[in-house]
């Protein structure tokens, strides 16, 4: 049986953001583990316009080509790790933008969170935890949490990963999103095999 993938999925399209940093970090993290797979999913790869499709792909297919792209690559997840910055007490238009265009690629997913910025981007990711309801996916109750402090040090060449409370942080979300994205995976293995027998 093959493992189950994991989209680590960049939040932010901004030239010189930082997100970069937490995804790699979360990467290296998953690759030493041997239950999951995990790949990096960029926005900046999914140029989609604001949503403006007709009817929510919940009811029809999108019509935008790039969006069409984007529900095909997160359809091949079993789960998914956002990178959350915040901005004005949210997350990036960018990525709420990306969950719109998207309804049955989240479903009966588990979604985990690294958020950065004021207070850790913990405003942001709460945001976003409200739309993973929303979008039917099961948010994780271990999230990283980035302070703009730690982030000045990285920007100055220190590495995440030589962070104890972040390392310790990052391995118990990725704990807990196994158990989830285990879980989910046998359920909706099992909807499916009862839907074909059906």
Known sequence: MSKPKIAIVIGSVRPNRFADHP??????????????????VDLKDYPMPLFDEEVSPAWGPSKNEVAQRWQAKLDEFDGFVFTAAEYN?????????????????????????????????????EHLRLIAVEAGMAPIKTAVHIQ???MVEVNGGKKLADIDFLQDGGKAMLDQLSWWTHALKI????????????
């Open 89 to 125: 007490h949210a997350p990036t238009g960018v990525l709420k933008n990306a969950f719109d265009y998207a309804v049955k690629e989240w479903a009966n997913k588990p979604a985990a969170f690294v958020g950065y910025g004021g207070v850790g981007g913990a405003r942001a990711v």
């Open 23 to 40: 995804a790699q970090w979360i990467k290296a993290l998953g690759d030493a583990r041997s239950d999951l797979d995990f790949e990096i």
């Open 187 to 198: 359920a909706r293995d099992k909807d499916e095999a009862q839907a074909k027998a059906a």
């Open 148 to 150: 703009w402090a730690v």
